[in-house]
Structures are given as structure tokens and as C-alpha cells.
T-cell receptor, first 120, second 107 residues
Framework: QVPLVQSGPEVKNPGASVRVSCKSS????????IHWVRQAPGQGLEWLGW????????HHSKNFLDSITMTMDTSIYTAYMELTRLTSGDTAIYYC?????????????WGEGTLIIVSS | EIVLTQSPGTLSLSPGERATLSCKAS???????LAWYRQRPGQPPTLLIY???ARAAGIPDRFSAGGSRTDFTLTISRLEPEDFAVYFC????????FGQGTKVEIK
């Protein structure tokens, strides 16, 4: 059983929005924050933000002040990340990952990634 | 936000050799919230080290790490074929950040 399963790849036009899902299984959902990290082609890792599954509270990088929304549906153990006003610079693999809410640990499990291509 | 700078950008070594990777932080890292990840091509990152020097579950003891405040090091004692990959350091906590990565390539 794969702990974090993400939605499939998407191609979007510039200016559009995209929503990526991340379904958790095999562990107590409320024990771990869900983080979102992206990786542009051939580039490094960029942290986008996290959501607290206990409360729905979120915190995101200042680089995404108005363009990212993180939500969750606790009934199906699924977190969502929506990015708006897409540009070619948003072309990347988007990963969900987790860390413990109790001991503020590193990211021990990662999803397989979702490729988002922004192109006209 | 803490800025992490990794060096070198690329390390060219042979299997069996020792690799030493550096990660420098723009300010002191509190509570030892420093981790290392390995990323193989086409794969998500894998956690190697957390809390500066603790190996994650299932990580072999050829991986070791240490450091404090602003200077941290990851050492791979004898490179195996699967270790030729990109390595990232990370500060975790309320606002995590990553270094830009060090690529370990076959010489």
C-alpha cells in the first residue's frame, strides 16, 4: 500500500489553474502534516507550503502569496494543492510529502510526483 | 527563511571512493532541524539523514553526517552504484527550505 498517491499529469494553458491531489493511506492521517514541494525540469526542490490535517490550517512560502491554495477532504484522506494564474515558470513536478505533527521531523515519505506542464 | 548553499555543485568520483558534501546555512539552524535527501533520476527524493546526524530507517551505515549551527556535512564512505545521484540538504520546521543540490557523478 503506497502511503501517498498523487493525481496524474496535466497540461494547462498560461493563465489557467490546476489542482493536484494527494491521497493518504496506511497511516493515521492526522498524525502528519502534508507538504507540497515542486521541482522544475533539471532544477532543485522548492517548498510551497503545508496543511495541518487536524485543523486545516495552512502556511505557504512567501513566493506563493496569492497563487496557492491548500485544502483537504478528511473524509477521503486527500489533500489538494491548487495553483492559479499559471505561467511557463510553473512547469514542474509537484510532490506531496509529509512530516510528523508531534516531533516536527523531516519528510519521510514522498508521493511519486505529478507533472504539470504549462504551455500554449 | 534560511538560505542553504551546497558545494560542490558536482562531484566526480569512482565507485568505492569516499564522498564529502557540504551544506552551509545563512543563519544558525535551530533545534538540529537539518536533513539530507538523495534523489535518483526520475524518482522522488529519499530521506537519508534527519536531525543533523540520525540515519533514517533502512539507510545503510556508509552514510554519515554531522555539523552544527551553519556548517553541515554528509559523507558517503564507499560509493555504491545507486549512490550516484543528486543530494539535497534541507532545513525543516515552520518554513522549510532546500539547498540547490550536489550531483555525485561517475568519474
Amino acid at each position: 500500500q503506497v502511503p501517498l498517491v498523487q493525481s496524474g499529469p496535466e497540461v494547462k494553458n498560461p493563465g489557467a489553474s490546476v489542482r493536484v491531489s494527494c491521497k493518504s493511506s496506511g497511516y493515521t492521517y492526522t498524525d502528519y502534516y502534508i507538504h507540497w514541494v515542486r521541482q522544475a525540469p533539471g532544477q532543485g526542490l522548492e517548498w510551497l507550503g503545508w496543511i495541518d490535517p487536524r485543523s486545516g490550517d495552512t502556511h505557504h512560502s512567501k513566493n506563493f502569496l496569492d497563487s496557492i491554495t491548500m485544502t483537504m477532504d478528511t473524509s477521503i484522506y486527500t489533500a489538494y494543492m491548487e495553483l492559479t494564474r499559471l505561467t511557463s515558470g510553473d512547469t514542474a513536478i509537484y510532490y506531496c510529502t509529509r512530516n510528523s505533527v508531534s516531533i516536527l521531523d523531516a519528510f519521510d515519505i514522498w508521493g511519486e510526483g505529478t507533472l504539470i506542464i504549462v504551455s500554449s | 527563511e534560511i538560505v542553504l548553499t551546497q558545494s560542490p555543485g558536482t562531484l566526480s568520483l569512482s565507485p568505492g571512493e569516499r564522498a564529502t558534501l557540504s551544506c552551509k546555512a545563512s543563519e544558525s539552524v535551530t533545534s538540529n532541524y537539518l536533513a539530507w535527501y538523495r534523489q535518483r533520476p526520475g524518482q522522488p527524493p529519499t530521506l537519508l539523514i534527519y536531525a543533523v546526524s540520525a540515519r533514517a530507517a533502512g539507510i545503510p551505515d556508509r552514510f554519515s553526517a554531522g555539523g552544527s549551527r551553519t556548517d553541515f556535512t554528509l559523507t558517503i564512505s564507499r560509493l555504491e552504484p545507486e549512490d550516484f545521484a543528486v543530494y539535497f540538504c534541507q532545513v525543516y520546521g515552520y518554513s522549510p527550505s532546500f539547498g540547490q543540490g550536489t550531483k555525485v557523478e561517475i568519474k
